[in-house]
């Protein structure tokens, strides 16, 4: 997770230091190296490769004889960190402070006495890859101008990082001193001198040099133009600005908009510790640029940086929903405005460039959340559905990235031939196994906005093709006593031969993306009667569920994770310890997503069980301490068992008020009754209408050993089965 200034939720200015030890720095931050820089653009909890670390300054003492040579500082001490505050102290001596507001950064240098004191600013400077994948960033080209009125701009154009961007620009005026202007290529200077500007290819910057051993600088960024960059400065941090104002300023932001959300009389420091960074981490990203769009003109609201939807469709988006509906709302309209301008939804997107597509069509898992939970508003669903017909109808034009060069991983569903043709996908494509699963989750979609929009027509058709998943399931492939997966299949409709514990490298090139066959076989969440009945009824479905939660089962597994089949880290596995509920052993859901939440979270620096992933990790503990399971395009919840009692602002006056009697979070967390909105409940799920639609109450009384209070309730609904 991003640990630096991040002014507001959504924020464009994400400042912090970045950080070189000759490994990824993902969000420019890492534990121990040397600081490159301080940079104004970030994202928070990315993996494949690091994106951003532009617009930058970097503090130097004394004279800077080649600015492009490895000027990098070791730390002197532990950085200090707040919301809206961060400090990092140099070898150098010099104690650098940050605070920001949506779009100006505003960098603080304290010198120590009788230095020379200096500000490089590189142009060039961005976060690198070392993973020799073809994923890292690039530099093309820049320039920067020193004006006469007290200040100096520039601009960049820079292409790659985790997304294959093409070339983007960032732009960003920043006050001056005294200057010499630069130039050159790697560490050979082709111009070091008072020259008022520089451009082209070649690395270009500037060394500011004061008589003050105090700097302050205010850098202000736009993607439109230096002016509107100017104007954020003179509009966001007037002269009389300080640091504490801006800190200030930060804390109620957050404190207004994301931390009130939810409110606990909850008095355990590690609980409430684990709830708030949650909520923060989940608020980091997307960027909202709405305004700053450079590729067209529209007045629907544009948001950029969204890592990634296959990451957050399952606990993060729905989350978002219920905490921000009015910047969900505004979400959803800018996905479907993605569409209208480029011809595909993203399931990824940076630097206004959509990319890269893991699976399916992940957009239209969270259109259709939206839709059935009743996002309405200035939502244009026509315009939704049709979005959502280009990625289940027209394969997008493949881009052919080196680590799956079949088709298309900028966006859309560059295997629908063979959904089309065969009704499942063979070996000719990359990641078969994981799309087919995740193209049935996309068609269910289709088939939920439809059947609301009356295209009954459609409905049917999408319905059914929601169910092709199980053309992968081989019933004859088996592991651990259990018979039954999703494997590969080939042209001639025969399955391969397939180890369930294994998916080789579990990435790009291979059958599965980043989970096994096993973990697969449970993904359809739409159709997990269907499941049940293919595995032997609910007592056998218990059993292989149960299963993936053993510990040492899995030998390619990890052993930070008890070498289980199991692995939390990875969303394919998010919704399984709550699958218990689907055959009346909701006691196992608490047992098992207790034991997880517990033992692999905590508000250490390494308190996360993977990447945050743009704040996927974050949401499913939430979930967790809610007590709930969202099933991503049904209005289905599966019940857990909250932590403590809380109330959640639902907006527009709604509240759900969740109470518990007689629980702790470590050792009595089993159900034993419940009341949902006062009536005794005995069902181990709720709906969006019961209450979210327009709040209420859920009153639970736990205890320390497993209930039959849900034995007896209607079952979780399985609508494709």
């Not at 709830?275 to 950029?304: A, F, K």
Request: one cysteine or more.
């Amino acid at each position: 997770m991003f640990p630096g200034v991040v002014p507001a939720p959504f924020s464009v200015v994400k400042l912090g230091p970045d950080l070189y030890t000759g490994s990824d720095a993902y969000s420019g931050y890492l534990p121990t190296g040397n600081v490159t820089a301080f940079s104004l653009m970030h994202e928070s909890g990315t993996g494949g490769a690091p994106k951003y670390g532009v617009v930058s300054q970097l503090p130097l003492v004394g004279n800077v004889s080649n600015p492009l040579a490895d000027l990098s500082i070791p730390r002197a001490a532990a950085d200090r960190a707040q919301v809206g505050y961060y400090q990092v102290f140099l070898s150098s001596g010099v104690d650098v402070q940050l605070a920001a507001t949506d779009h100006v950064a505003m960098l603080n240098y304290n010198f120590p006495t009788s230095s020379v004191p200096n500000i490089l600013v590189d142009v060039s400077h961005f976060l690198p890859s070392f993973r020799g994948l073809g994923t890292s960033q690039g530099y093309v080209r820049g320039n920067i101008s020193v004006l006469s009125d007290d200040r100096y701009e520039g601009s960049g154009t820079y292409n790659g990082g985790w997304n294959l961007a093409p070339d983007w620009l960032e732009i960003p005026p920043i006050r001056k001193s005294k200057f010499r202007v630069f130039a050159g290529n790697d560490t050979a200077l082709s111009y070091y001198g008072s020259a008022l500007s520089a451009n082209g290819s070649e690395r270009v910057g500037a060394v500011f040099t004061f008589t003050n051993t105090n700097v302050t600088s205010r850098v202000g960024i736009s993607f439109i133009s230096s002016a509107k960059a100017c104007q954020f400065i003179e509009n966001e941090t007037p002269t009389t600005t300080s640091i504490q104002t801006l800190v200030s300023a930060t804390k109620q932001k957050w404190n207004t908009q994301v931390f009130s959300k939810i409110q606990t009389n909850e008095t355990d420091v590690n609980n409430l510790q684990l709830l708030y960074s949650s909520l923060y981490g989940m608020h980091i990203v997307p960027s909202n640029r709405t305004g700053e769009n450079p590729i067209w003109t529209s007045t629907e609201p544009y948001y950029d940086d969204i890592f990634t939807l296959w990451d957050l469709f399952r606990c993060s988006t729905p989350l978002m929903q219920i905490l921000q509906p009015v910047s969900y709302e505004e979400q959803i309209r800018s996905l479907i405005d993605v569409w209208r301008n480029e011809g595909y939804m993203p399931d990824a997107r940076s630097s206004n460039w959509n990319g890269r597509s893991q699976g399916g069509s992940s957009a239209d898992n969270v259109l259709a959340d939206a839709y059935v939970k009743g996002v309405r508003g200035l939502v244009n669903w026509r315009d939704g559905f049709q979005a959502m017909v280009q990625d289940a109808e027209i394969q997008p034009p493949n881009n052919h990235d080196p680590e799956a060069p079949d088709s298309s991983t900028v966006e859309g569903r560059g295997a629908l031939p063979d959904w089309f043709q065969y009704g499942y996908i063979t070996p000719n494509y990359t990641r078969a196994v994981s799309r087919a699963v995740e193209y049935s989750a996309n068609d269910f979609g289709l088939y939920q906005v439809a059947s609301g929009l009356g295209n009954n027509e459609d409905a049917e058709k999408y319905l059914n093709r929601s169910r092709f998943w199980r053309n992968h399931w081989n019933p004859a492939a088996s592991s651990l006593n259990f018979t039954g997966f999703v494997v590969p299949r080939n042209a001639d409709g025969s399955f391969l031969s397939q180890d369930p514990l294994s998916c080789g490298g579990c990435y790009w090139g291979d059958a599965y993306y980043e989970a096994t066959p096993w973990e697969y076989s449970f993904n359809p969440h739409h159709d997990i009667n269907t499941i049940i009945n293919y595995t032997g009824g609910a007592a056998r479905f218990v059993s292989k569920l149960d299963t993936i939660f053993e510990p040492g089962l899995n030998p390619g597994g990890s052993a930070e994770f008890r070498n289980t089949i199991f692995n939390p880290g990875n969303e394919p596995s998010f919704a399984s310890p709550y699958l218990f509920n689907f055959a009346r052993r909701q006691d196992l859901s608490v047992q098992r997503s207790r034991y997880i939440a517990k033992t692999y979270y905590s508000s250490s620096p390494s308190g996360l069980p993977g990447n945050s992933d743009g704040g996927a990790m974050q949401t499913w503990l939430l979930w967790s301490m809610i007590g709930l399971y969202p099933l991503t395009g049904q209005t289905t919840f599966l019940i857990g068992s909250p932590w403590f009692s809380m109330n959640i602002d639902l907006g527009s006056g709604n509240t759900l008020n969740i109470s518990t009697t007689r629980g702790n979070s470590d050792t009595a967390f089993y159900v034993q009754s419940l009341k949902v909105n006062g009536q005794v409940w005995d069902k181990a799920w709720v709906s969006w209408n019961d209450v979210f639609a327009k709040g209420g109450t859920m009153d639970f009384v736990l205890g320390q050993e497993p209930s039959r209070w849900s034995f007896d309730g209607e079952l979780p609904p399985s609508p494709a089965s």
